[in-house]
């Protein structure tokens, strides 16, 4: 199974910018689909962005323009650069691995392993 | 993009009852909605995928049913650890929306 570690996240002032890292150990980063997905204190989940085996990329449309996803397949890491931060970028990032499968003639896709999550605060 | 509104909000129920949450999309996403679960600080975790597969190690007290634009997801008789927070999510099209979140309580 796949293991997955995040990291990089703290206090940032608005308008500035952090990186994410997301540590993958049991499968590489370069052959699965991984994805960013944000919760905001005491709400609920938001998809942010993906980043297929392929290395098509896709936002959405609330960070489309201020976040890059990337990945380092000799590190074995995700990445998600953020910037021009505000504050409902507050938020704990978790980074989960997407996992395709055929049902009825479809692919449905899924976020089947997730991390334990990173706290990013956007304040000053 | 596609709206997820799930129903109710919050849930008040008691062990061994049955519980159904409902999640309506809104447009039709055939099967692709699939089902989490979230317990307090913790990330959350794939129930049901493709509508109502069953994933691998979850419990078979767990199901769920549905196409197109309705779906629910239904717990038979409900156990301690069940007591969480449930999420719907379309993976339809590729920005991808969970609903807002079902809260079941004791």
């Known amino acids: 199974e796949v293991s997955l570690v995040e990291s990089g996240g703290g206090l940032i002032q608005p308008g500035g910018s952090l990186t994410l890292a997301c540590a993958a150990s049991?499968?590489?980063?370069?052959?699965?689909?991984l994805s960013w997905v944000r919760q905001a204190p005491g709400k609920g989940l938001e998809w942010v962005s993906i980043i297929y085996s392929g290395g098509r990329t896709y936002y959405a449309d609330s960070v489309r323009g201020r976040f890059t996803i990337s990945r380092d397949g000799t590190k074995n890491m995700v990445y998600l650069h953020m910037s021009s931060l505000r504050g409902e970028d507050t938020s704990v990032y978790y980074c989960a691995t997407v996992w395709g499968t055929l049902v009825r003639g479809e692919t449905v896709e899924v976020f089947d392993n997730w991390g334990q999550g990173t706290l990013v605060t956007v304040s000053s | 993009d596609i709206q997820l509104t799930q129903s109710p909000s919050s849930l008040s129920a008691s062990v061994g009852d049955r519980v159904t949450i409902t999640c309506r999309a809104s447009l039709g996403i055939g099967s692709h909605l699939n089902w989490y679960k979230q317990e307090p600080g913790k990330a959350p975790k794939l129930l049901i995928y493709?509508?109502?597969s069953l994933q691998s190690g979850v419990p078979s007290r767990f199901s769920g049913s549905g196409s197109g634009t309705d779906f629910t997801l239904t717990i038979h008789s409900l156990q301690p650890e069940d007591f969480a927070t449930y999420y719907c999510?379309?993976?339809?099209?590729?920005?991808?929306?969970f609903g807002q979140g079902t809260k079941l309580n004791i």
């Open positions: 493709a509508a109502s």
């Open positions: 999510q379309q993976s339809y099209n590729i920005l991808w929306t």
């Open positions: 049991g499968s590489t980063v370069s052959s699965n689909t």
